[in-house]
């Protein structure tokens, strides 16, 4: 082909190759990010209220049907711990509307030690810690500190307002709203839970489910009480730990869709480490679901531990697709 009629003569099957490659160039500029909720659901040989829950975000290649490299997995804690305030920062502003109306500040804090608890409705070790709470705040509360609980269910009231008249908790109850995004970012494990000092500082950041020693020993540290050491191990558990998630391979429907789509599977996680019984509870496409689920039956766990032996637990694992995140294509000299 010559459109001038002068010059070198391109074939047309090097136009066409010219073509695929400037494809393949702008299909770089997509990428899509994984984000794998992690929560146990109820086990005979574990008390669910000690059950964590963690998250990580996982950027594999744009191209539909690749199958990431080995290297590309992430491991599970990443994003966990790296979203909102950290240790000995100070608390961000809020300002939230409970369940009676009163608005809530951080001037209504000042002097008290606080407990702040995000969570949802559906979260196992959510609802286990909010009756320990309960108790705390009705022990701690005279010694100036208060628990406060923000939902970040995406009903809001609708389902967080029945849930909370059904057991008359006796501390302030929110739902989440832009004051929170813009002080803690993008909360994505429940329950995160935050310890504040009386001055306003944060002491304590915890990703997972706390046992009731654990929840004592923060509050106890907050309101600056010294008490001994407790060591009881019977009282110990350690969820299971992903040490890895190959993403699943993409295909061009999910490529093409416009929004976030979520797959739910419920899985067993062995005593030594392995994935069994993969089963999806909410999917999206007959392709797209049998990928998830090849995904984690290749993902390796640290299993869970009760007083420091391994045992078997059921999880539940929430994959959200988000696809429209665009970002800068990477850079192999980089």
């Not at 730990?241 to 999910?254: G, H, Q, S, W, Y």
């Not at 998830?292 to 766990?301: G, H, I, L, N």
Request: proline letters at 6%; glycine letters at 6%; hydrophobic letters at 40%.
């Amino acid at each position: 082909m010559n459109l001038e009629g002068n010059g070198p003569e391109i074939p047309s099957g090097e136009i066409a190759k010219l073509v695929t490659a400037a494809t393949q160039m702008a299909e770089q500029l997509r990428q899509i990010k994984i984000l794998v909720l992690v929560f146990a659901v109820a086990s005979l040989s574990v008390s669910i209220g000690t059950i964590a829950y963690s998250a990580a975000t996982f950027s594999p290649p744009a191209e539909y049907d690749h199958e990431p490299r080995e290297s590309e997995s992430v491991t599970a804690d990443a994003e966990a711990d790296s979203v909102g305030p950290s240790e000995n920062d100070p608390l961000p502003s809020i300002n939230l509307r409970d369940a009676n109306g009163r608005v809530w500040t951080n001037g209504d804090l000042d002097g008290k030690a606080v407990l702040l608890n995000f969570w949802t409705t559906w979260c196992a070790p959510c609802r286990h810690e909010m009756p320990i709470f309960d108790e705390m705040q009705e022990k701690y509360g005279s010694k100036d500190f208060t628990v406060l609980a923000v939902s970040l269910d995406q009903e809001g009231w609708d389902v967080v307002r029945p849930y909370i008249a059904e057991r008359q908790f006796s501390y302030p109850v929110f739902v989440a709203n832009e004051s929170v995004e813009r002080g803690f970012g993008r909360i994505t494990s429940f329950p995160t839970t935050y310890f504040v000092r009386r001055d306003g500082t944060i002491d304590t950041k915890h990703v997972g489910g706390l046992s009731r020693s654990q929840i004592v020993r923060h509050i106890e540290s907050v309101l600056g009480i010294k008490s001994e050491k407790r060591t009881d191990a019977a009282d110990e558990f350690s969820p299971p730990k992903m040490l890895d998630f190959i993403a699943p391979r993409l295909t061009k429907e999910l490529m093409d869709a416009d929004g976030e789509v979520s797959v739910e599977v419920e899985a067993r996680v062995e005593a030594d480490g392995s994935v069994h019984d993969v089963k999806v509870v909410r999917g999206v496409d007959m392709e797209t679901d049998q990928r998830v689920v090849e995904a984690v039956e290749r993902t390796r766990f640290e299993p869970a531990k009760r007083a420091g032996k391994p045992i078997s637990m059921q999880m539940r694992l929430s994959i959200r697709l988000d696809v429209n995140r665009v970002v800068r294509p990477h850079n192999p000299e980089e």
